[in-house]
């Protein structure tokens, strides 16, 4: 007894040949949704500086800080440099500044400059603050000057160490 072959299912290099044109088009079609969702960097930099004052007094108060806001429609990529001079203050060093900015996305690299570490969204505001909470000199009073390109705004400022009875010292900071 013979066994027909002639009707047999197709044959492995068809098979191969198919799955040759079927992976590029599978690989295509899943790297389009990646390149639709890249934002739209801005070509030049529109931002705000502007100060931003504590309360006037209070004991979770050690702070004056600035406000960085992208007034564009276009997304600031990560890495905006700026510089912040300031007077008055003593004991500012890198690693207060930097402690305080943990979830502000902005990194110093000296006591008078630095970079937003994340990107900006249109509409987005960041926070900068200057003054940590270990001062060398507690009773200061000056004022610091924030630059990110063009814009910058200037806040003064008395920083004062209050002692109570019976309490520990607190430290307050206070806008002019």
Known sequence: MSKDITTAGPSRR???KGAAW?????????A????AASPNYCETVD???????????????????????NNGDC???SGLAFTLSQTGL??????????????????FS???????????AAGETVEIEFVPDVLLDADVVGSA???VGVPSATVDYTVLEIDLPLLPSIQVAICA
Do not use: W
């Open 90 to 107: 003593v004991g500012l060093e890198v690693g207060h500044l930097n402690s305080i900015q943990v979830d502000a996305g902005v990194l």
């Open 110 to 120: 000296s006591p008078t400059a630095g970079a937003i570490n994340r990107d900006i």
């Open 145 to 147: 000057t924030l630059t």
């Open 75 to 77: 997304v600031i990529p």
């Open 14 to 16: 068809s098979i191969a």
């Open 22 to 30: 079927a992976v590029p088009a599978v690989s295509v079609a899943a």
């Open 47 to 69: 931002v705000t500086v502007a100060r931003v004052c504590p309360p006037i007094i209070g004991a979770d108060t050690r702070s004056v800080y600035f406000t960085v806001t």
């Open 32 to 35: 389009a949704p990646a390149l």
